[in-house]
């Protein structure tokens, strides 16, 4: 076999690496490194209103669900999945406490029903309205795990002063109502961002 020389090398090394040239705009660079991230921790309440009990019009209302469910499965029987508009509230209390923003997104109930637990998978943009906050978003995309006390979403980016973001929610009931499916929970944030 004939023996390469050290300029047929080079070129073959080259062309491995050639990038091909793309007919649309694109540029590469060293991406933004913060020396220190910061991490924001933003406590904040959301209501997720599915009945007409609090006199005004559901914030949580289904947009598709199995035909072979039954009335005994609930507010949000398995595969239903509803589309969001919480507001987002400095306290509990809805009518007591200030609007800081809303929570836009989807749900799908998840969890088999023989498996007795209730889990959702959950789409939800936070956005913000306050202050140095105002108009900055946490994007959630994750499991929830309704039934148990406290439990843990991940958030998955963010914009505006949450750009890069990542990090996590801690989730715990406020309130539930089983019969009508409302729930008012406290979201702890915790985000770290550039
Ligand atoms: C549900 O829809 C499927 C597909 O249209 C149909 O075959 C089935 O009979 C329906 N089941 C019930 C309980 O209505
Ligand atoms: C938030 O930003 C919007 C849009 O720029 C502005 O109209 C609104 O007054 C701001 N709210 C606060 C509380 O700063």
Redesign the pocket.
């Known amino acids: 076999m004939e023996k390469l020389t050290t300029a047929a090398w080079v070129i073959m090394a080259l062309s491995i690496h050639a990038v091909p040239a793309t007919s649309f705009y694109s540029t590469e660079e060293y991406a933004p490194v913060a020396v220190k991230e910061k991490m924001t921790k933003i406590r904040v309440y959301i209501h997720d209103t599915l009945s007409t009990k609090m006199g005004s019009r559901p914030t949580a209302v289904e947009i598709a669900r199995p035909n072979n469910t039954g009335k005994e499965e609930g507010p949000t029987p398995f595969g239903s999945l509803f589309a969001v508009d919480d507001p987002l509230t400095d306290g509990p209390d809805l009518k007591k406490s200030k609007m800081v923003g809303d929570a836009k997104g989807m749900y799908l109930s998840s969890s088999l029903p023989e498996k007795k637990e209730f889990t959702l998978v959950l789409y939800l943009s936070l956005r913000f309205?306050?202050?140095e906050f105002?108009?900055s978003t946490v994007n959630v995309f994750s499991r929830n795990t309704v039934t148990e006390k406290s439990r843990e979403m991940s958030i998955v980016g963010g914009t505006g002063k949450f750009r890069y973001g990542r990090g996590f929610v801690s989730v715990t009931t406020a309130s539930f109502d089983p019969v009508t499916g409302d729930a008012v929970l406290q979201y702890d944030v915790n985000v770290v961002h550039h």
């Open positions: 309205k306050e202050g105002n108009g």
